[in-house]
């Protein structure tokens, strides 16, 4: 029979008993403490309150090792962060000094390679240079070329432009009908005309009959700007109207650096834009209609043109330069004529057979309704213009020649005009004369007719007794000298260029001059208690904003 089965069961039975045991035991120990009263605290009040302010050793000690180690703590953490701090900063300026000698390092390596390829360069691109070099010389003698080419062909394309001129004139002169003219002076003005482009009119000045006429189709049939001989209209117009005074000869209410002699004389065109302010376009139309302007002349020569007078043009180069206005060298010629003849307006005619010519009667179309006074006035002018004024060149001033010239731009081109009487004392001639062609001007026109007046002089008798007739004064009124006159003269020859020059010039601004008032003579003691007589006359503080300048004013009378 087995007995270890029954033995161990035997075994595990008396050890669970036994740890039963024990844990019943525990449990009876733990509920006795449990029921046991907690003992009261004898202590007295005063010592509880002690203790109870004493601190606890043990909690303290806590405390101030929990402080301390806290402290340490933070210390260490600072040091930590300062340490990190530092080594940031370390590392950060390392890491710079790292950049800039990297940059540094890396600058040197560039220059090297730099001077090493430009030594590199140098040496192997020598050939290259002299290559540029050939290729820069070859491109500007390319663009001399060039501008030498393109300076012919501006050449030739004025050449040409002349030529067409000088071949319509000698195909107009061609045509020309030339019956009953003089055949000698006819010959004179072409040869004083030469190679040049123009037309010429030669007519008596007492009675109208026309000599010649060279280029009938420019001088009657095809008008021209008259540039400043229209100076001749605004004068008579002037003096006829008060604005210049006829003793003086300045522009009455406005301050000019000439008077009328010289300014005729050097034809300056302020002297008249200011007369004729005071004028106005209306008036100006009127006398430049008295004087033959503006409508034909009635001339027996076929298809002659009226010309053009300006209409409301208020611009002020209408008195100087004849802006707006188209006359013809037969129309100039008798206004001329008309000046210095005493008013007679007369009707040109050219004789077509023997009889007319023997027995030529003179035929006034009109008297000009203007004191020859004021008409005489215009001559002193025109009498330095021919002996030192702008018609002075080759002019013989033994003849008595009186004249103004004229120069603009006319037709698309430049043109130079002449308009002259000899001898000024008993005006026996009128010689008009225009040339058209780039360079062309009024002194060469006017040496056209100082040579034709060579031939033309043999018919003029100048005696004692006209001479001493006459009351004008042939000298110039300033003191200055001849060499300084003729300069001025050629500075004041073209009309263009003193349109250049007066561009940058402040503009005219016409205003009435202040009713007068009749002032009361008071003792004035304070200067602001002080009161203008007289309307004060303003004027906008405008200013051309090209040119910053600001207008002048001049003032007119109240009507």
């Known amino acids: 029979m087995n007995l270890e089965p029954s033995f161990a069961r035997g075994h595990f039975v008396r050890s669970s008993a036994a740890s039963l045991l024990l844990i019943f035991i525990a449990a009876l120990g733990i509920a006795a403490q449990a029921k046991k009263p907690a003992k009261a605290d004898t202590k007295k009040p005063a010592t509880a309150s002690k203790d109870a302010k004493k601190p606890d050793s043990r909690s303290s000690a806590k405390a101030d090792k929990g402080t301390k180690a806290d402290r340490g703590a933070k210390a260490d953490k600072g040091k930590k962060d300062a340490g990190s701090r530092s080594s940031t900063r370390a590392s950060s300026k390392d890491a710079k000094n790292n950049d800039r000698a990297k940059n540094d390092t890396r600058a040197k390596h560039n220059a090297k390679d730099k001077d090493r390829t430009e030594r590199g360069s140098s040496k192997i691109s020598a050939a290259e240079r002299r290559r540029i070099e050939a290729e820069r010389r070859q491109a500007a003698i390319e663009e001399q070329r060039r501008r030498e080419q393109a300076a012919r062909e501006a050449r030739e394309r004025r050449l040409a432009f ?150 409301g043009n208020e611009d002020l180069k209408i008195y100087s330069h004849g802006d707006d206005f188209e006359v013809t060298p037969i129309q100039l010629a008798v206004m001329a004529s008309a000046i210095t003849n005493g008013g007679h307006r007369v009707l040109p005619r050219v004789p077509r057979n023997s009889i007319d010519n023997a027995n030529f009667q003179p035929f006034y179309r009109a008297n000009i309704d203007i004191p020859s006074q004021n008409l005489r006035r215009v001559i002193p002018g025109m009498m330095g213009a021919a002996e030192y004024g702008t018609a002075r060149r080759g002019m013989d001033q033994n003849l008595g020649v009186a004249g103004k010239t004229g120069s603009c731009s006319s037709g698309g081109t430049k043109a130079g005009l002449f308009v002259s009487v000899a001898p000024i004392e008993q005006p026996k001639y009128s010689v008009v004369v225009i040339t058209r062609g780039p360079g062309e001007r009024g002194r060469n026109a006017a040496a056209v007719a100082a040579e034709l007046y060579r031939t033309l002089g043999r018919g003029i008798v100048r005696t004692d007794r006209n001479l001493a007739q006459t009351e004008f004064n042939l000298r110039p009124r300033d003191a200055a000298s001849t060499a300084a006159m003729a300069k001025a003269a050629d500075r004041a020859d073209d009309d263009d260029d003193d349109e250049a020059a007066a561009a940058g010039q402040p503009k005219v601004i016409v205003v009435r001059s202040a009713a007068d008032v009749t002032s009361v003579p008071t003792n004035v003691r304070k200067t602001s208690d002080a009161k203008p007589v007289n309307p004060v006359v303003t004027a906008p503080p405008s200013a051309d904003p090209a040119t910053k300048k600001r207008e002048r004013i001049v003032t007119i009378p109240q009507e």
């Open 162 to 311: 002349e030529r067409s001129f000088r071949n319509e004139t000698i195909e107009n002169i061609t045509s020309d009908n030339t019956e009953g003219e003089d055949l000698e002076i006819r010959r004179a003005a072409i040869n004083a005309l030469g190679s040049r482009a123009g037309a010429v009119v030669v007519m008596e000045a007492q009675t109208g009959k026309v000599l010649t006429i060279v280029n009938q189709k420019w001088a009657v049939r095809q008008g021209i700007k008259p540039c400043s001989t229209i100076k001749l209209v605004t004068a008579v117009a002037a003096l006829n109207e008060n604005v210049i005074d006829r003793q003086s000869g300045s522009v009455n209410l406005a301050s000019t650096r000439r008077q009328l002699d010289d300014a005729l004389a050097f034809s300056d065109n302020p002297y008249f834009q200011r007369a004729g302010s005071f004028i106005g376009s209306r008036k100006m139309v009127e006398y430049a209609r008295k004087l033959g302007l503006g409508e034909p002349t009635g001339i027996n020569l076929e298809g002659e043109t009226s010309g053009r007078v300006p209409n």
